[in-house]
């Protein structure tokens, strides 16, 4: 039994979506938070478990008969490292013979501060003796595409990345390459930096949006405080907009490149191109 993980997300959505096309349903297992939102998963036959980070009983419950693990990280920003050192804890409990985690790219030597949070989940998994593997993804193109609308009233994309370089892919992509190393043999405690083929500026990026769109669209780019006041501006939480500004900063440092190839290889197939995702985002 593979068990996932975060499954109401969107990368896990992808996820157990791609894994039923390769098991029957009776061998996968979604720990969930709110299993109403996995019903869909629950008609197909997928079993689903209700499970919180938080709350330890809930994860022994979860992970009774499972051999394999994906743990996709939380969106809890500030409370992973404890919140994922439960699972941990408790895949312990369970004995099972792999656990895949999904890190950031690079966590080991990042300088980003979301870095923090997946290397101490990294140190943990490896101080516990679970068998794991380590999914260091790059960045999704969703973080770009998914909200162009204001992008294209404005016709401006803000960041504070300056010209450097980002390799990122899809979600789908990412969730390939978690699905690659579930359903084989040969990736325990192994590390994979994972990104996209082909990595962009945030110039390449707007420049696609105006071909794709017709539209007029350039980058801005902003001091990493400057960024982080105009985020705060669009509603989101100051902590949050520092973290994102930071992020740019870091990829202006080449952070968030990588060039080894590893997710394709992974997948067997290229990574998504950004104009594919740019197209996709763009469709009525
Ligand atoms: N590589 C990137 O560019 C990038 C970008 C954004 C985030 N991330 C990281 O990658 C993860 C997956 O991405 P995503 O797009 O799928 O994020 P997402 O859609 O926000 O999904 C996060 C998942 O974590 C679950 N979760 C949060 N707190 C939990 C808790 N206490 N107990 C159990 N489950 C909990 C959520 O459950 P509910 O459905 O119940 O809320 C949801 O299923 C994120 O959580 C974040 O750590 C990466």
Do not use: C
Request: charged letters at 20%; glycine letters at 8%; a neutral charge.
């Amino acid at each position: 039994m593979i068990l996932i993980t975060g499954a109401t997300g969107k990368l896990g959505h992808h996820v157990v979506t791609q894994l039923l096309a390769k098991l029957p349903a009776s061998q996968i297992a979604v720990a969930v938070r709110s299993p109403d939102k996995a019903a869909v998963f629950a008609k197909l036959g997928v079993a689903v478990r209700q499970a919180d980070y938080r709350a330890p009983e809930t994860l022994d419950a979860a992970f009774a008969g499972v051999e394999r693990v994906l743990l996709i990280s939380s969106n809890e920003v500030g409370q992973r490292a404890a919140q994922h050192g439960a699972v941990i804890a408790a895949a312990k409990r369970a004995k099972v013979e792999l656990l895949a985690y999904t890190s950031i790219l690079h966590a080991d030597t990042s300088t980003l501060e979301l870095a923090r949070e997946h290397l101490a989940t990294e140190v943990a998994l490896r101080a516990s003796g679970v068998p794991f593997v380590l999914l260091r993804n790059g960045w999704y193109h969703e973080n770009y595409t998914e909200n162009l609308a204001p992008a294209l009233a404005h016709g401006s994309i803000a960041g504070a990345a300056q010209d450097g370089r980002i390799a990122a892919a899809a979600r789908a992509d990412y969730a390939a390459a978690a699905v690659a190393v579930l359903t084989s043999e040969g990736h325990a405690n192994q590390v994979y930096e994972l990104a996209g083929d082909r990595p962009f500026t945030m110039t390449e990026l707007a420049a696609e949006v105006a071909k794709q769109s017709g539209k007029p669209v350039a980058y801005a780019n902003l001091p990493p405080a400057a960024y982080a006041d105009l985020l705060v501006s669009f509603g989101l939480p100051a902590a949050m907009a520092a973290i994102l500004a930071n992020a740019d900063e870091g990829i202006t440092r080449g952070e968030l490149d990588d060039a080894t190839g590893t997710l394709h290889r992974l997948i067997g197939r290229p990574t998504t191109p950004l104009a594919d995702a740019v197209s996709r985002a763009l469709r009525p």
